[in-house]
C-alpha cells in the first residue's frame, strides 16, 4: 500500500529542516541572546522583524562558539541572513534595545537550521522514490504556507498597532482643537459683551 509508506517517509523529510520560531518582548535598555548547539556544516537561516514599538528598529549581533560576530546591524526593522556553521557549538542570537529608553519592543525571529546533509547521510542511502519526491514537495510547500501565513500575521499586527497609534493620535489632535476652540469661542464672547457694558464713570 502507497499510504503507509508515505507515512514512513514523510517524518524523515520533517526532520530535515529544524528551527525556532518565537515572538517576545525587549524591554527599554535591555538585551535578549538565544543559544542554539550546532555541529559544524549546517546552513542557517535567521529571519527577524520587530512588530511594535517604538521606531519599529533593533540591533541585532549573530556570534558563533568562539565569540565571532558573524553578523550584526543596527536600528533594522527586519532582515534576515543566512550563514552555514564552521564550528561547533552553542551560536548565539542577540537583540538589543540598549539604544530605546523609553519604549519597549516586541520583536518576531524564525531560525531554520538544515541538518538535510546529516540525515541524508545517516537515514537515506541512495536515490529517492517518485514518493520521496512527491512527500519533498508537499513539505516544501507546507513550509511556504506556514512562511505566508506567519508573515502576513505579523504585517496584520503592525498594521493593527500604527493604526491604534494613528488614531491616539488623531484623538489627541482633535481634544486639543476642540479646547482651543471653546476658549477662543468663551473669548469672544467675553469681548463682545465688553462692547456693550455701561461703563459710567463716578465723579
Excluded at 564552521?86 to 542570537?93: D, F, I, L
Aim: aromatic residues 12%.
Amino acid at each position: 500500500m502507497i499510504f503507509p509508506n508515505v507515512l514512513l517517509v514523510f517524518p524523515f523529510f520533517l526532520q530535515l529542516c529544524r528551527g525556532i520560531e518565537l515572538t517576545f518582548e525587549l524591554p527599554d535598555n535591555a538585551v535578549e541572546c538565544f543559544y542554539e548547539d550546532m555541529k559544524s556544516g549546517i546552513e542557517n537561516v535567521l529571519e527577524y522583524q520587530v512588530v511594535t514599538g517604538g521606531q519599529y528598529d533593533v540591533d541585532v549581533t549573530i556570534q558563533d562558539p568562539t565569540g565571532k560576530e558573524l553578523y550584526k546591524d543596527t536600528k533594522k526593522q527586519y532582515d534576515n541572513h543566512a550563514f552555514t556553521t564552521v564550528t561547533e557549538g552553542a551560536y548565539k542570537v542577540c537583540f538589543s534595545n540598549e539604544f530605546s529608553s523609553f519604549t519597549h519592543k516586541v520583536v518576531y525571529f524564525d531560525w531554520q537550521r538544515s541538518d538535510k546533509a546529516d540525515n541524508i547521510q545517516s537515514k537515506h542511502t541512495g536515490p529517492m522514490t517518485e514518493i520521496e519526491n512527491s512527500v519533498k514537495n508537499i513539505n516544501d510547500k507546507l513550509k511556504n504556507i506556514d512562511d505566508f501565513q506567519t508573515h502576513h500575521r505579523l504585517r496584520e499586527a503592525t498594521g493593527r498597532k500604527r493604526a491604534e497609534q494613528l488614531n491616539e493620535r488623531v484623538m489627541l489632535w482633535s481634544l486639543g482643537q476642540t479646547c482651543v476652540i471653546i476658549l477662543i469661542g468663551i473669548g469672544q464672547v467675553t469681548l463682545l459683551k465688553s462692547f456693550f457694558t455701561d461703563r459710567r464713570t463716578n465723579y
